[in-house]
């Protein structure tokens, strides 16, 4: 069993920043990818950034330069620092987990960028 747990949403002004952070536990397959999905309501679920575990490295057009993803030394964890938040950022972000054959998904953490 896998569980992802995240932190570090919450509400910021347009300019701000935020880091989100995503601990995963269990059986976790050695070679796997971690990212950064967001859902913001009325739209679909879109991948913001997400990373393998040899460190290969993918982001969404509307976020590179601004957004960056890493792991931890430990390689369970993941991280999103995200600057120069825009209001179209304001979604909840998911926090995956994935290899062949499976998926897991974290509970969502609320990011908020009033204007």
């Known amino acids: 069993q896998v569980q992802l747990v995240e932190s570090g949403g919450g509400l910021v002004q347009a300019g701000g920043s935020l880091r989100l952070s995503c601990a995963a536990s269990g059986r976790i397959f050695r070679f796997n990818v971690m990212g950064w999905y967001r859902q913001a309501p009325g739209k679909q679920r879109e991948l913001v950034a997400s990373i393998t575990s040899g460190e290969n490295i993918n982001y969404a057009d509307s976020v590179k330069g601004r957004f960056t993803i890493s792991r931890g030394n430990d390689k369970t964890t993941v991280y999103l620092q995200m600057n120069s938040l825009k209001p179209e950022d304001t979604a909840v972000y998911y926090c995956?987990?994935?290899?062949?054959?499976?998926?897991?998904w974290g509970q969502g953490t609320q990011v908020t960028v009033s204007t």
């Open positions: 995956n987990l994935g290899y062949p054959g499976s998926q897991h």
